[in-house]
C-alpha cells in the first residue's frame, strides 16, 4: 500500500476574507491538549492547502446505523471536523441495517453504494474473507479505528422480570428447557450473524449452561426496530447497542438485564471500516477523514460535550429517539427497569478514553476467534494473519500524530494483553487456541 505521507501541514500565517484556515494536522493549538481532553468544536474550518498532504478526493460516502456509537461520525460531520481537513463533501449515510450496510460496502459508492462505514468490528473481516458476500466475493476492508468500547446490552421482555437475571442467569437455563421441551424455543434477536451483539448474545448464553445452537432460536433484527419487535413478542430477548435498551425501558416494555461492559468490562465494539481499495487509492484522504473521527472521538469523551451530543444524534437524520433515552447511559447512568441502577459508571461508553479509538489486533484476533467458534468462520483460518491483513493500526498512529496526540498516549502495543471474561475465562491473544479448546458450547 501506499504509504501516508508523513510531512506535518503547514500553519498558513492568516485567513483571507475569502478563506478560512488552512488545514493544520499538527496544530498547537488545537490539538497539543486534544490528545487528553477533546478537540476545539469552534476551530475555523480549514481549506486545502495544495501540498503534498492534500487529499486526492475532497468525497467520500460513509455509512452509520441508528445506535448511540455512531457519533463520532455524525460530530465529525456537524462540527466540521471532515471539512477542516480538506474533506468538504464527506456524505455521511444512514443504513436500515447491517445486511444494507454491507451490501452497499460491496457496491462501492461508484455503483451507488459507500466508500466506508460505522461497522460491527467483526463484518471488516467476513466480508474481506468473503463469507457474508454475494457469491463469496471478498471484499478487502481495512478497519482503521475502533469508534468505541462498552455500551452494548441485553434486555428481555417483561415476562422474565421475576428471574433475577443479570449476566449471571441460573434461573433463566430453567425457562429455556421448559420452552425447548414444549417446542417453542426461547427467542433471542441480534443485529448480523457473527456480528459483535450475535456473540455477546452467545457468549453469555453459553457461559450460563444454555447451548446457543441447539437450544434457542437466534433470529436477525435490524437495531433501530428491536423495540417495535419486543412490543409485538417476537423475541424474548434481545442484543443490541445504546440507545434501544432506555427506549424499552421508557416504553415499559421490558428491562435490560446488564450492560456489556459488566461482561468484559471495557471490551471493543464498532470500528471504523473502509474499502481497502479506496484506502489505497486515496491515502491522504483515508488519514483525513481518520484525523477528523479521532477528533470527534475526543469531543464526544469530554463530559460537557454528552448533552449537546445526545441533542445532536437523537436527531431524525441520525438516531431518531429522545435525547433524554440517550444521555443519562452516556454519563455512566443507568436505570435498568426492574430497580437495579447504576450512577456514574465507569462502564460507559467510551470514545476516547483508555484507548477506546485505538484498533488493538489483541481484540479483532478475539472476535476472529469467536466467528471460528461459530462456524462463521472455518477452522483452519490464520486468525493472525487475518487481523494483520485487515487492521491497519499503523494508519491510526499516523493520524493521531498527525492531531497532535502525545506519544505517551498512543498505545505501543497491538495487543491489550489477556482479557478476562465475566464468567471467570481468559483469552490470552498469543494463544486464541487454548481459549477455544476450553469452551464447552461451539461449532469448531
Not at 451490501?103 to 451507488?112: T, V
Request: proline fraction near 5%; glycine fraction near 8%.
Amino acid at each position: 500500500m501506499t504509504n501516508f505521507s508523513r510531512r506535518k501541514f503547514i500553519i498558513t500565517a492568516g485567513a483571507s476574507a475569502t478563506g478560512a484556515l488552512l488545514v493544520n494536522g499538527c496544530s498547537t493549538g488545537l490539538n497539543k491538549s486534544a490528545s487528553s481532553s477533546g478537540s476545539n468544536p469552534s476551530a475555523l474550518p480549514a481549506v486545502n492547502s495544495g501540498t503534498a498532504d492534500t487529499p486526492e478526493t475532497t468525497k467520500a460516502t460513509l455509512g452509520f446505523i441508528a445506535l448511540t456509537d455512531c457519533s463520532p461520525l455524525a460530530i465529525a460531520k456537524e462540527k466540521g471536523m471532515f471539512a477542516k481537513y480538506g474533506m468538504t463533501d464527506v456524505n455521511v449515510a444512514k443504513q436500515t441495517s447491517w445486511a444494507v450496510t454491507r451490501d452497499n460496502l460491496e457496491l462501492g459508492s461508484g455503483n451507488g453504494g459507500i466508500d466506508g462505514a460505522h461497522i460491527l468490528t467483526p463484518m471488516p473481516f467476513l466480508l474481506t474473507t468473503g463469507k457474508i458476500t454475494k457469491g463469496g466475493t471478498p471484499v478487502p476492508m481495512y478497519l482503521l479505528a475502533r469508534l468505541n468500547t462498552n455500551g452494548q446490552g441485553i434486555s428481555l421482555s417483561n415476562d422474565f422480570r421475576d428471574l433475577d437475571i443479570t449476566t449471571k442467569a441460573e434461573k433463566l437455563k430453567a425457562k429455556v428447557d421448559e420452552r425447548k421441551a414444549a417446542n417453542q424455543k426461547f427467542k433471542c434477536a441480534v443485529t448480523f450473524p457473527g456480528g459483535t451483539h450475535d456473540l455477546w448474545m452467545r457468549y453469555w448464553l453459553a457461559a450460563n449452561g444454555i447451548d446457543p445452537i441447539n437450544d434457542v432460536d437466534i433470529v436477525v433484527i435490524p437495531p433501530p426496530q428491536m423495540v417495535a419487535n419486543m412490543e409485538t413478542k417476537t423475541m424474548d430477548a434481545f442484543c443490541v447497542g445504546e440507545p434501544w435498551h432506555q427506549r424499552l425501558i421508557s416504553r415499559n416494555l421490558g428491562f435490560n438485564a446488564f450492560t456489556t461492559g459488566e461482561m468484559w468490562k471495557n471490551h471493543p465494539e464498532k470500528a471504523l471500516s473502509m474499502r481497502a481499495d479506496w484506502v489505497d487509492k486515496n491515502p491522504k484522504a483515508a488519514k483525513a477523514i481518520l484525523m477528523a473521527v479521532q477528533e470527534a472521538q475526543q469531543w464526544c469523551a469530554k463530559d460537557e460535550n454528552k448533552e449537546e451530543m445526545a441533542k445532536i444524534v437523537s436527531a431524525d437524520k441520525y438516531i431518531k429517539a429522545p435525547a433524554s433515552d440517550i444521555v443519562e447511559r452516556m454519563k455512566g447512568n443507568f436505570d435498568f427497569g426492574n430497580g437495579r441502577k447504576l450512577e456514574q459508571s465507569d462502564l460507559l461508553m467510551k470514545f476516547w478514553r483508555d484507548n477506546a479509538s485505538y484498533p488493538y489486533k489483541s481484540h479483532d484476533l478475539w472476535f476472529v476467534t469467536e466467528n471460528i467458534r461459530w462456524g462463521y468462520l472455518p477452522g483452519d483460518t490464520d486468525a493472525k494473519a487475518l487481523v494483520d491483513k485487515v487492521n491497519r493500526s499503523d494508519l491510526w498512529k499516523e493520524a493521531a500524530k498527525a492531531i497532535g496526540v502525545a506519544d505517551a498516549e498512543i498505545p505501543k502495543n497491538d495487543s491489550r494483553g489477556i482479557e478476562t471474561f465475566f464468567d471467570g475465562v481468559t483469552f490470552d491473544p498469543t494463544n486464541p487456541k487454548t481459549y477455544l479448546d476450553s469452551l464447552k458450547f461451539k461449532k469448531a
